[in-house]
């Protein structure tokens, strides 16, 4: 007997479980992971999960194969899913790539924990930030989202999903160590409410299909391994047949292709919040589990006489920039918390480009950043304007 793919109703449940359960919600029917913490759990769940559901699970040999199976299966026509952290997201980053360039649509899980090698493997951190970003080589733009809760792994995996399928590329999900084993309430809507994307699909004749020729929001529709149309998919630059082509003119049309399907779109994909910014004097820029610490700091600093405000990236790439200097415009002085010794605050410093004055609340990771941590500079900050 089928199980039902989502279990609707409230459930005490940790990240790691909320963000499976997200998954399969959003239609992911493949699985194909190695075992590590902090994400094992995921990898776990959805080994249980996937076979009552009409899905496939596979440990493979390592993350590098893992990468490898899930485009695979997505070329296929299916929604697929890998879960790692540090060490394990390192080794799939070739692979990642040759997601990007056959613009093949997955979701991949990083939950953060400290490094750099082995590091600290069941405590958290943020500290993969850059490397989600330009890990792999070559030029490209990715999309990454940053949960900040157990419910939000679980919408935040649907959304990922949605991404994926509309722009036709790996998108990444940048948790934590202490998002993901997290537990708190996690209410899960029945199917009727949630809302799913697919990715497009090709029309005509299939002998003059071009699996790489833009549509009108610059996305090529894709055929499915099997379905009878022409088609080549290579890591090779290529044109819009995917026939390799070795030239500068080639790749220069190439990488435009990929890029400019998410620079065109990035005020539907980016997405941030705000919580008392409106008459705010310093703003704190923060995401996933810091943002939490982040907020309770803004109202103790309010009960203090200072004017704090929190801009919550739920978005972290494609990175907020004009956001961030409307804001740097607003306000006397911006003040970065997360995680690691200052990669988004970097971003930070630059789009607000002196306009104000920016400041870090960081550390290498090991355990989360107080709120009186965060309050600590915003008086130093305070006192500095």
């Known amino acids: 007997m089928m199980e039902r793919a989502v279990l609707t109703g409230e459930h005490f ?85 040759l997601g990007i360039c056959t613009e ?17 493997p069941t405590l958290g951190a943020q500290g993969d930030m850059m490397q989600a970003r330009w890990g792999s080589h070559g030029h490209y733009e990715i999309i990454a989202l940053a949960p900040a809760s157990p419910q939000e792994l679980f919408y935040q995996t ?22 993901g084993h997290l537990s708190e309430k996690v209410v899960i809507p029945s199917p009727s409410k949630i809302h799913l994307h697919s ?18 929001n610059g996305v090529a529709p894709m055929a499915h391994a099997g379905e009878g149309y022409r088609v080549h998919v290579t890591g090779l630059t290529h044109d819009e047949r995917g026939y390799p082509v070795m030239t500068a003119e080639a790749h220069a049309e190439m990488i435009a292709r990929i890029t400019d399907k998410i620079r065109r779109n990035l005020d539907d994909i980016i997405q941030v ?83 104000a004055p920016a400041f870090l609340v960081g550390h290498p990771g090991g355990a989360v950043i107080t709120p009186g941590q965060i309050l600590s500079k915003l008086k130093e900050a305070a006192g500095s304007l």
């Open 13 to 97: 449940i940790t990240g790691d479980i909320a963000c499976a359960e997200g998954a399969l919600a959003a239609g992911c029917r493949f699985f194909a992971g190695y075992p590590i913490t902090p994400a094992t759990e995921i990898a776990e769940h959805m080994a249980k999960r996937l076979p009552g559901v009409g899905g496939l699970f596979i440990q493979m040999e390592d993350e590098i194969a893992a990468m490898a199976a899930v485009l695979g299966a997505s070329c296929a026509g299916t929604k697929s899913m890998t879960a790692t952290s540090g060490p394990g997201f390192s080794l799939m980053l070739e692979n990642l790539g």
């Open 199 to 216: 990715r497009p699909r090709p029309k005509g004749r299939k002998d003059r299909f071009k699996p790489f020729e833009p549509g009108e």
């Open 158 to 179: 649907i959304t990922a999903f949605n991404l994926s399928e509309t722009y036709r590329l790996p998108v990444l999900i940048m948790a934590d160590e202490v998002t």
């Open 104 to 120: 093949t649509p997955c979701v991949v899980v990083n939950v953060q924990r400290a490094g750099p090698s082995t590091g600290l």
């Open 273 to 355: 919040e705000e919580y008392r910014l409106e008459d705010a004097e310093i703003a704190l820029v923060s995401y996933g589990i810091s943002s939490r610490s982040s907020l309770a700091a803004v109202d103790e600093a309010r009960e203090r006489g200072i004017k704090a405000g929190l801009l919550r990236l739920v978005t972290v790439w494609p990175f907020p920039e004009e956001r961030i200097r409307s804001l740097a415009r607003r306000v006397k002085c911006l003040v970065t918390v997360e995680l690691n010794l200052g990669q988004i605050h970097l971003e930070v410093q630059r789009c607000s480009g002196g306009i």
